[in-house]
């Protein structure tokens, strides 16, 4: 057995394998393009490393693409061959194993959960502590998210290699629960434990975002940006965010130099990346900005996924994408996939009964909410969607235009009391108020 410098145990016998896992780790921690060949040669050294196989299954299921599904499939067979092979491996390796299992059963919260239990000895064993946050960050649990980061926090030795990773982590389980003061200060501190933690500083551009304090966080980024930088594709999520700052700042040109040039430089399917294309383009034109043909790749890739119900987060930004050029058939066709969605009994089938269909047909045109308890009761759910307050930001501001364009603007004003409490008024929802009051008097 082996203990790496992650604290996690292993069965492997091999140095390389061991070393080069730990860059793995690393590499997920600071989200480095070098992850995958890490753990290829991890596989390499030892192709019975469990723990290996149980990332590699971990890696694919989080990318949320219906085909990764039966990689992510085979690796658990694989982890499980060796532990096999390797006597029932470690408990660490038994721990990792049964969390994918259920993962693949349809439950990020429970896979969370198995990974949460059993690491409560030892919280801040990183791998097993950011595959938790991770899942329950694509689940909105934000309450789980701070509970297994403070327990963490409350272990943590700051002289391990994990410490500035896992505060990172606790800054931003901080920030979504709207306690800035101490997300700012537990990111601050990340960053100088670690100047890799791109989540770190990631967790700091979102204080400074929902304060509104847009000086301090393109400040901030532009600060960080040769760590940021170095990121695999969330280095383009990093320049969403400051496209965000620039945005309320209505540096338009500056907005549309950094879609180009960093948020969308690749015309990529990935749905994290076209979160933060289609958010900020739609941002944009709301903000009266004329975007030109940019919509066009955004369009045309998210018809290709129409039917993929992976992660109704993803799906509805889709719909979004394809709403925002006319492409009534694949709006059609992914509408209709969702509400099919929605008949299952997996966990995303329960978030598109509760979310994604009425956001669905919010998106397409087909339906608004009519009344109080209803718009509230959407705000509520919006976090069962999964992602940050700053991502889910655009369901509300959609939410709010669309309870708007039928001229209630008691109803925008009630979406906008709710959304004043995690995020600082701004230039956009104020755009929104102003065409409602237009609206009312004509």
């Not at 290829?40 to 989080?62: E, M, R, W, Y």
């Not at 304090?213 to 930088?229: F, I, M, N, P, Y």
């Not at 600082?424 to 237009?438: H, P, Y």
């Amino acid at each position: 057995m082996k203990r790496d410098a992650y604290d996690l145990i292993t069965s492997t016998a091999s140095n390389e394998a061991q070393r080069a896992f730990e860059s793995a780790v690393f590499g997920v921690a600071s989200h480095r393009p070098s992850t995958g060949l890490a753990l290829q040669t991890t596989l390499s050294a030892d192709p019975d490393h469990v723990a290996g196989h149980a990332l590699k299954g971990f890696a694919n299921l989080i990318l949320a693409r219906s085909e990764l599904v039966p990689i992510a499939t085979n690796a658990l067979a694989d982890a499980r061959a060796s532990l096999t092979r390797k006597r029932g491996g470690t408990s660490d390796e038994r721990i990792l194993v049964k969390a994918l299992e259920v993962a693949l059963e349809g439950s990020f919260s429970a896979a969370a959960a198995v990974l949460d239990h059993g690491f409560e000895n030892r919280p801040a064993t990183f791998l097993p502590f950011k595959l938790s946050h991770s899942l329950r960050f694509m689940t909105g649990d934000a309450a789980g998210m701070l509970q297994v980061t403070t327990r963490a926090v409350d272990h943590l030795d700051t002289s391990t290699a994990a410490a500035g990773f896992v505060l990172g982590c606790h800054a931003f389980a901080l920030e979504e629960h709207g306690r800035y003061s101490e997300a700012l200060a537990a990111g601050q501190r990340a960053v100088a434990l670690q100047p890799e933690d791109s989540w770190g500083l990631h967790a700091v551009s979102h204080v400074f975002e929902m304060r509104g304090d847009t000086d301090q966080g393109v400040d901030w980024l532009e600060g960080s940006r040769k760590a940021w930088s170095r990121c695999n594709n969330f280095s383009f999520h990093m320049a969403w965010h400051l496209g965000l700052l620039h945005l309320e700042r209505g540096d338009h040109d500056r907005v549309l130099e950094i879609y180009d040039d960093e948020v969308r430089p690749q015309q990529t399917d990935d749905f994290r990346d076209m979160a933060n294309a289609v958010s900020l383009l739609w941002r944009m034109e709301q903000s009266g900005v004329h975007v030109g043909d940019r919509w066009t790749d955004l369009s045309e890739t998210a018809y290709r996924r129409r039917t993929d119900t992976t992660l109704i987060f993803a799906a509805l930004h889709n719909l979004a994408a394809m709403v925002a050029v006319g492409e009534r058939d694949g709006v059609a066709e992914l509408v209709s996939q969702i509400d099919a969605k929605a008949l299952g009994t997996d966990e995303q089938s329960r978030v598109a009964a509760e979310i994604g269909v009425p956001m669905a047909r919010l998106l397409a045109g087909l339906d608004a909410p009519a009344d109080r308890q209803m718009i509230d009761r959407m705000v509520a759910n919006l976090t069962k969607i999964g992602g940050s307050n700053a991502q889910r930001d655009f369901f509300v501001l959609a939410l709010a235009k669309a309870v708007g364009a039928g001229g209630d603007n008691a109803a925008v004003s009630r979406i906008g009391e709710i959304r004043q409490r995690l995020k600082a008024d701004d230039q956009l929802f104020k755009s929104i108020e102003r065409s409602v009051g237009t609206n009312l008097s004509t």
